[in-house]
């Protein structure tokens, strides 16, 4: 049923875990996941006291169909998210990186978002 993970994968959700031991979301400050493949970015900001989504946004748009897993992309991504947040009077939000290190896209698209107005 599940395949085998190999030692990356499992250090990734191992961190992954640990840290979601510790972050949650709610409806003043809901948390802004990132989840990435080798071809597409993912983020989500999502409300855990109610279960739902707020915003969402992936390469997978038609609007954002040319961006790839990089860091120019993550930007674009990370801006584009910001300014979604915006229209919804969001500001806060907990970043939720899913176990990923804190660098390349995943930092950019957090700094991205920050320079749009909302606070980490």
């Keep these: 049923m599940f395949k085998k993970l190999n030692d990356k994968q499992r250090k990734r959700l191992h961190r992954k875990v640990h840290i979601r031991k510790s972050i949650y979301g709610t409806a003043e400050r809901p948390r802004m996941t990132v989840s990435k493949s080798g071809k597409n970015i993912y983020v989500q900001v999502i409300n ?33 998210i910001g300014n979604r ?29 920050r320079g749009t107005g909302i606070e980490f």
């Design 85 to 113: 947040l915006k229209e919804k009077n969001i500001t806060k939000i907990v970043f939720d990186r899913n176990g990923y290190l804190y660098h390349g896209a995943v930092k950019a698209l957090a700094d991205a978002a």
């Design 48 to 80: 855990d006291d109610a279960g739902n989504t707020l915003a969402s946004i992936s390469t997978l748009e038609k609007e954002f169909a040319s961006l790839n897993s990089n860091v120019e992309s993550a930007k674009k991504l990370g801006e584009a």
